[in-house]
């Protein structure tokens, strides 16, 4: 498998430091409010590569932290009169309800940056000993120009950013170097603070993820992830404090995906222009939202507008509906002998592992993937159709799909026994009756009753088939 490495800016081979066990970070969420859709594509994104290492035989140990305490978090409590811990707690819960949904697995471990202040201290120690801070008024913090490859993930010089910090430079005067950051802010009244060496405070953001990461995984990862809002600053500040701290490579492989843009704008909370995905799965289901984040590759953009979506409904359905459609030929229809038509279908189904595979081997790339789902599910459709065959042959293509839909994060039988209204079942049966009395003018009204209710029949030489219809 290769992946784009954001560090080298190239396609590289993956491969574990360790033999056939991966690390991996991923940046997780700050938590004041409910996730949107751009929030949710790395957990998305990242937990796919995770399923697909593991299908491929990897142990994988897999990090995602929460950030639950800055700024935002302690704006939003005194908002709400309530405590920022009281917030993380609504908020983390709130997290697993629609991450859960979404079939985002649970990470090995979810630190919190508050119950990882002891290693936050010591790591901004090991900096302070080896000469890379130096106080200010307000806290203390990281001097970049001590670390001879700032800037070396983002592309970014300290002569570049001094150029084109002049709005900032009256805000940050007594910063040595506009790009120096944070590690620890002093104590602000009504503010969650903890003791230090260097008096009350709280953890800048950037020293959080370098610490977790430390405590979890070790000071060598394989993989760092998140948005490619997070390569600068704040990865890049984490290869300068996790480097100069541990004096080794901090990660080997740095993965970032592309924006959700509404309107060609990011998505974001500040900006306004964001969905929520628990507003969006009240419409289309958590599932669709899944399918239509992997339907392009991780590091392209993605405009968001509802039409997109109601295509993604669609394509998911078409891929429901043909395992629906075998597991009806199964239960109704006798078993059939082996065939040329048979051996062609099964040869399809190979054939589309080999596709999926090649796909995600080239730097995870899911839009291919699913487009080898979508030709096994034509041909599946195409021979059903036309052609009597045996069920081993049936099961092994079905099987395949649903396999490959589960290495995506996605089941395609789920809801598949959704039980279908009573009185959408009694019109089915009266529908029948009007049929074999040859009266099929209620026949087609009943129909069009049904349809009406979201559901269709379709007439089967074993028997009426209902449907439920797509958006």
Known sequence: MQVYNDLTRKKEKLTPLKDNHFTIYVCGPTVYDLFHLGNARPF???????????????????????TDIDDKMINRASAREISVKELAEEMIAEYYYDADRLNVMRADNHPRATESIAEIIDMIQILEEKGYTYTLDDGVYYDTSKFEDYGKLSGRNLEEQEVGASARVDLEIAKRNISDFVLWKYKKDDEPS????????RPGW????SAMSKKYLGDTIDIHAGGMDLIFPHHENE?????AANEKQFVRYWMHNGFINVDNVKMA????????????????GYDVIRFFMLQAHYRMPINFESEPL???????????????????????????????????????????VQEFERAMDDDLNTSDAFAAIFNLVRQVNSYTAEYDLPKETLINAADTIVKLCSILGLDPEDDQDEEIPADVMEKVELRNEAKENRDFALADQLRDEILEQGYRIEDTAQGPKVIKEEK
């Open 310 to 352: 109601i295509a993604a409904s669609n394509g998911w359905q078409r891929i429901k509906s043909c395992i629906s459609n075998v597991k009806f030929l199964l239960s109704h229809e006798d078993d059939h002998s082996s065939s040329e038509h048979s051996q062609a279908l099964a040869k399809y189904t190979t054939e589309a």
């Open 44 to 66: 998305i994104v990242y937990d796919t590569l995770r399923r697909y290492l593991l299908y491929k035989g990897y142990d994988v140990t897999y990090v995602q932290n929460f």
């Open 269 to 284: 909370k500040s900006g306004g222009n964001f969905f929520l995905v628990r507003e969006l799965a009240k419409e289309y």
């Open 194 to 201: 903890w003791d230090s060496p260097w008096g009350e405070g």
């Open 206 to 209: 950037h020293i959080e993820c």
């Open 239 to 243: 290869i300068a404090q996790s480097e």
